[in-house]
């Protein structure tokens, strides 16, 4: 045999070898599968620890991170690949997993659906059980159970007009994806299903899915679910009523709002705190509008901190569609105009005067904000105007 058959013979075998290994490699990769009992080795009884999660699974980098709650922080660990998180784990609090959440296409389901597939396709194919509307922190998105597992969920994204709280029909369902395949044990798979028996005990929100101790405590307390689902009817009904830029608006107050009943786990007395946080909102959505023109209001928070009483903020709203009044240290004045709950606010002018280093940074927050106003509401006689990242609370003078 030559030499030159030889070293192409070698050449041929190197090259197979190489694709092999290659093969194994992406096949690796890839490999990660979701089922009934968890994700690749992670089980209910997995740790929730760093060495033995990347002994479980090796080819993916593993990260702890703090992630702001309701309750104040919370330890999850990340799982990504490039770069790109493939899915995260959370601690049910005692040193193990409780819950996985998928939001990588590339990790695979035994039971088919993966995220990115379409809602159309996978009910056609029989495989989704039930499905509600996502409450709290899932508002505007749609929760559905996987028909083979009570342990596995599939979390649905897309555009919808609609108020929250109600399930978008089918035909604007069918464009819909997922957009997280969520796993849970059976410990937690079933959260709050046995803390309220009956629907008139239940709230408006789905107790399976309850996220944090204010809404577990609303699931145990008849009281407080009584007063949500009042609030909810009142929503629904207000959500129906107005015109499209006035639903954005009331969407984005009501989520606002939810955030802030979900902090009163800092309050010494919870219950109460949660039943003055309903029983104000829905005063709130009950009350007729006020009119603004020839109004005069003084800043008593900006973004929920409270302002000093001794810095002076205030506005008066003119009856001929002149804005003026202090931001903190000058004179600042402007035009707006109103359409129902819309609030639009032109190029802000005022004086130039130097003042003390707290009262320019007062001013300089308060006219931030108001340039980003477009919306307002009024909470418990407060005015409240809002916008991307914005929200001054006046009280009239």
Request: with cysteine; hydrophobic share 35%; charged share 25%.
């Amino acid at each position: 045999m030559s030499f030159l058959m030889i070293r192409t013979r070698c050449l041929v075998l190197l090259t197979v070898l190489t694709l092999s290994a290659v093969s194994s490699k992406g096949t690796a990769q890839t490999r990660l599968t979701l089922d009934e009992d968890g994700l690749s080795g992670i089980t209910a009884a997995t740790r929730f620890d760093m060495p033995i999660l990347r002994n479980a699974i090796p080819s993916v980098v593993w990260k702890r991170v703090e992630q702001q709650t309701e309750d104040g922080t919370e330890t999850v660990i990340l799982a990504t690949r490039h770069g790109k998180t493939g899915f995260t784990l959370y601690s049910d609090g005692r040193g193990h997993v409780s819950a996985i959440e998928i939001v990588s296409r590339r990790v695979g389901n035994s039971l088919g659906p993966r995220v990115g597939d379409a809602y159309r396709v996978i009910r056609q194919s029989g495989r989704l059980g039930a499905c509600w509307p996502g409450m709290e922190a899932q508002s505007g998105q749609v929760i559905c159970e996987a028909d083979q597992s009570r342990r596995i969920t599939y979390l649905f994204s897309g555009r919808w007009n609609g108020p929250d709280g109600q399930l978008p029909p089918a035909s604007v369902l069918n464009d819909w994806t997922i957009s997280q395949v969520i796993w849970r044990p059976d410990r937690f798979a079933g959260i709050g299903k046995t803390l309220v028996h009956t629907p008139e005990a239940a709230p408006a929100f789905e107790c399976s899915k309850a996220r944090g101790s204010i809404e577990e405590r609303i699931c145990r307390s008849t009281e407080l679910a009584r007063l949500d689902r009042r609030l909810n009817a009142i929503y629904v009904a207000k959500f129906a009523a107005v015109t499209p830029p006035e639903q954005r608006l009331l969407r984005a107050g009501q989520r606002g709002w939810i955030k802030g009943r979900n902090d009163c786990w800092k309050s010494s007395d919870p219950h109460q705190c949660v039943g003055g946080a309903y029983n104000d909102r829905i005063e709130e959505l009950s009350e007729e509008p006020t009119s603004l023109p020839g109004t005069t209001w003084t800043g008593i928070r900006i973004a929920g901190d409270s302002i000093p009483s001794d810095i002076d903020i205030n506005l008066t709203f003119g009856s001929d569609g002149r804005i003026s009044g202090s931001s903190g240290c000058n004179r600042f004045f402007s035009g707006y105009s109103l359409d129902g709950r819309n609030l639009r606010i032109d190029q802000i002018g005022g004086t130039r005067r130097m003042c003390s280093e707290i009262e320019m940074l007062a001013e300089r927050r308060f006219l931030s904000a108001l340039e980003r106003v477009d919306g307002w509401a009024m909470r418990n006689d407060d005015l409240i105007l809002f916008g991307t990242g914005a929200e001054l609370t006046f009280q009239r003078m």
